[in-house]
């Protein structure tokens, strides 16, 4: 993936990051703060579907799946999920991100920038060269977000319809 680093005043990427960050796999301890960061920016609580993501993608990740969060100061502050499929929709293996979060107060310091990078290089470690996500056409900020990072429009475009009775 070509990407453009975030632009920073002293030239220096890393510099707005707070110094004791770290991506790393999820654990079970860390199932309440990310279920309260979906909340906080969805509005919406799911603790059923978080229960069963981390059960698919924390403790029994299968190979190429990723659960990572962003801890700093000992709290969860982000947190980015995805998995390497293999010829979905008649495509190649490649990356998939399926949902990122960086906590509201926590935002515009370059952690949503390090969990796309961790995840990618889990993808990259897993031997594919692409990555793909999906979004809301709505989402502005989403999109901003992804488009700095180097991300534009694919060859595939996403269909539907309302299953009526
Ligand atoms: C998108 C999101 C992950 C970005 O996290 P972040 O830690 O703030 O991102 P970064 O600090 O690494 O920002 C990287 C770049 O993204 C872009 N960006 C981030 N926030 C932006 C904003 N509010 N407006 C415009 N561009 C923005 C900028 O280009 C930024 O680089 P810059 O700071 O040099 O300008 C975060 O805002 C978020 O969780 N939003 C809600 C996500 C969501 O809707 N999830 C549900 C669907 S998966």
Redesign the pocket.
Known sequence: MSRRK???PDGDPAAALPAELSIRPVRRGDLEAVIAIDTQ??GLEKRDYWRSVYRRYGEAAGPGAQFLVAESAGEVV?FVIGEVRDWEFGAPPCGWV?????RPD?????????LLESICAGFRRAGVRRVRTM?AND?T??L??FR??GMMAGRFIPLEMELDG
Not at 98 to 102: E, L
Not at 106 to 114: E, P
């Open positions: 975030p632009a920073c920016v969805t982000g399926f949902a990122i979060d960086v926590a935002r515009l310091a370059g952690i949503g920038t390090r979004l989402n900020l989403i901003s977000f700095s990072q």
